[in-house]
């Protein structure tokens, strides 16, 4: 076991953990979190072996690179100190290499000549062999973390010094190769590539594995998934986002696309409160694998905002009792499209955990997109399940409001509480409008006012 | 769609859901088309206790394969066998129903599927 450095992006800050902790899972690596803080790039973890961190790092989005930890402190000389201490056993290994020195400065910079000092107070380590900039045998690279808006501050050095070896880069290029702006077939609400497969990693996509996406539109985690060795299913209630044009735009061609054939699953049109998919109710003794499907579900339910929030069924039959009988009449015609009724967004979504209480295998993990308003008041609380632990919430900030990726985990049956079940039965959310049903949809369009201040609370 | 798909399929219909007779949803009118997919035995070896095996093999004669094995095999048996991870790869995988009709053995709704995607929308005195 020793340290290695990781360099993130500092962007998606809540997301780096959770993804990084999912790979160590995915890839069974014992992992120990040393150091790590929301405002630095830089994260410390204690590794079994440089294999291990290779393996770590090479599908995850979020993280740029790994580093054998040689050294670090609040100052050169900390740092020197510490490499003194702790790797002279390793610098003859490096005597004759070509190799390449290079300092990254995150939020700061240095002068030329300046680095040229800082890098010659390292000869100590007596590397003799070339120095190659394109592809070298070995980089060493020294890490300087600066304050915020340090240049202008005129501020002289940074807060903090890493040095390390590079060892691997992550897969920052994934986010590329599905681009939305290159992708065939995509809709207004397709989830831009980085975060899709934010999410998949998140979720534990991984080769064999078996994924679902209950409102799949154009396929957006899906094709994230099978990136990642997956076979993935979707649905979604609206089968023209599943067929396109029935000719080159189509969810299927995306997959032609990337060359994920193999990953595609089954698509079909199905509405999630009448599912199709085979399941047993919940029960307190199963095996954690026999009649459940999935091991991940991951989805962005409609908010109601950008696109409507419905479900099979008639909204008010006693205001339009013809529409049951019609149907009835017309439901074997090929064009006939089922009436549909607004439903309650936190409904549905209490509708996505008790599904995949019921169809995620033990330890399976459901990854959801939710929005919730910034203001403390209006926010909507994570939902929860008996069956389902809250794994981890991370949030992407716009304006007025947010969205969260929550991740649960299933547990197994005999950790469930069966109190909490219980008391569960007997809540069922109510509402008929639009507006009751979907707390969210009304603050977005009140433009989040204060609760009790102009906003219209009667609003149809 | 996949003849691993109807494995995972049954009626949507919420009063069919107690009856064994609604799974699994029955293929008429199927025109069959074959994938080229790449043998994946970690997939396969995954898949291998979420089948629901009786329900797979009605619907493997039902769509003119040869008869599986009454028991399925064990996760070590599937691994060490080559023909029958082929076999079950061909039928899971790369089989799929293009167009025709899966039909509920309860209730008889018949669901349509064109172009290999099925439709389980229900009209609203279904739902």
Redesign the interface.
């Known amino acids: 076991m020793r340290d290695y450095l990781i360099r993130f992006s500092q962007s998606h800050e809540t997301f780096r953990l959770p993804e990084i902790q999912a790979l160590a899972l995915i890839e069974g690596i014992d992992m120990k979190v040393i150091s790590y803080s929301l405002d630095s790039p830089f994260c410390i973890v204690n590794l079994p072996s440089e294999a291990a961190a290779r393996r770590l790092i090479q599908r995850s989005i979020l993280a740029m690179s790994i580093h054998e930890l040689w050294g670090s402190g609040a100052d050169l000389s900390a740092v020197h100190a510490a490499v003194h201490e702790s790797t002279t056993h390793l610098w003859p290994q490096y005597l004759s290499c070509s190799f390449k020195f290079t300092i990254d400065s995150y939020q700061g910079s240095r002068a030329a000549d300046d680095k040229v000092r800082i890098i010659n107070s390292f000869a100590y380590l007596g590397f003799a062999g070339p120095i190659v900039m394109r592809r070298p045998d070995e980089e060493f690279i020294l890490f300087e973390d600066w304050e915020f808006n340090s240049t202008p501050l005129g501020i002289p050095d940074p807060k903090h010094y890493y040095f390390g070896r590079y060892l691997a880069t992550g897969a920052r290029d994934l986010p590329k190769k599905l681009d939305l702006k290159k992708r065939r077939y995509i809709s207004t609400t397709s989830m831009d590539a980085e975060l899709a497969l934010v999410t998949a990693n998140i979720a534990l996509a991984a080769?064999?594995?078996?994924m679902y996406d209950p409102f799949v539109g154009t396929g957006s985690f899906p094709i994230a998934c099978a990136q990642f060795g997956a076979?993935a299913?979707g649905?979604d209630?609206d089968?023209r986002s599943?067929?396109g044009d029935?000719k080159k735009r189509t969810l299927?061609g995306n997959f032609q696309q990337y060359g994920l054939?193999?990953g595609l699953?089954?698509?079909?049109?199905?509405?999630l409160t009448?599912?199709?998919?085979?399941r047993a109710g919940l029960r307190y003794d199963g095996d954690g694998?026999?009649g459940?499907?999935f091991?991940g579900i991951v989805c962005d339910p409609p908010y109601g905002v950008r696109e409507g929030l419905r479900v099979?069924?008639?909204r008010d039959p006693e205001k339009s009792p013809w529409?049951?009988?019609k149907?009835?009449e017309?439901?074997?015609d090929?064009d006939?499209?089922?009436?549909r009724k607004p439903y309650g967004f936190l409904a549905m979504l209490d509708d996505i955990l008790h599904f995949s209480a019921q169809t995620l295998?033990d330890n399976g993990r459901l990854s959801f997109w939710m929005p919730t308003a910034n203001d403390e008041q209006q926010e909507v609380p994570v939902p929860t399940h008996p069956y389902l632990e809250v794994v981890a919430v991370c949030t992407q900030v716009f304006n007025k409001w947010s969205r969260r990726l929550i991740t649960y985990r299933r547990i197994p049956d005999a950790e469930v509480d069966q109190e909490a079940m219980k008391a569960r039965e007997e809540m069922k959310p109510v509402g008929k409008t639009v507006d009751e049903l979907n707390p969210f949809r009304k603050a977005y369009f009140n433009g989040f006012e204060p609760v009790g201040g102009t906003a219209d609370d009667d609003a149809p | 769609?996949?003849v691993?798909?109807l494995?995972?399929?049954?009626?949507?219909?919420?009063t069919c859901k107690a009856s064994s007779d609604s799974?699994p949803l029955h293929p008429k009118d199927a025109e069959l088309v074959s994938?080229d997919?790449?043998l994946?035995p970690?997939?396969l070896?995954?898949?291998l206790?979420?089948i629901?095996w009786n329900a797979l093999r009605t619907t493997s004669t039902e769509l003119g394969f040869p008869q599986l094995p009454e028991q399925p095999p064990t996760p070590e048996e599937l691994q060490a066998d080559e023909k029958l991870l082929k076999d079950l790869h061909t039928l899971l995988m790369e089989t799929q129903m293009n167009e025709g009709k899966l039909v509920c053995g309860h209730c008889s709704h018949?669901?349509?599927v064109?172009?290999?995607?099925?439709?389980?929308?229900?009209?609203?005195?279904l739902?």
């Open positions: 080769p064999g594995k078996i076979v299913f649905s209630i089968g599943i067929r029935e299927r054939l193999a699953g089954g698509m079909f049109t199905a509405d009448n599912s199709p998919i085979r694998v026999k459940r499907l091991d099979l069924g008639v529409v049951i009988p149907g009835k017309m439901y074997k090929p006939f499209i089922p009436p295998v | 769609m996949k691993l798909t494995n995972f399929l049954t009626c949507a219909v919420k799974f994938d997919v790449e994946n970690q997939l070896v995954n898949l206790p979420r629901d018949e669901y349509a064109r172009e290999g995607i099925a439709n389980f929308l229900l009209p609203s005195h739902v």
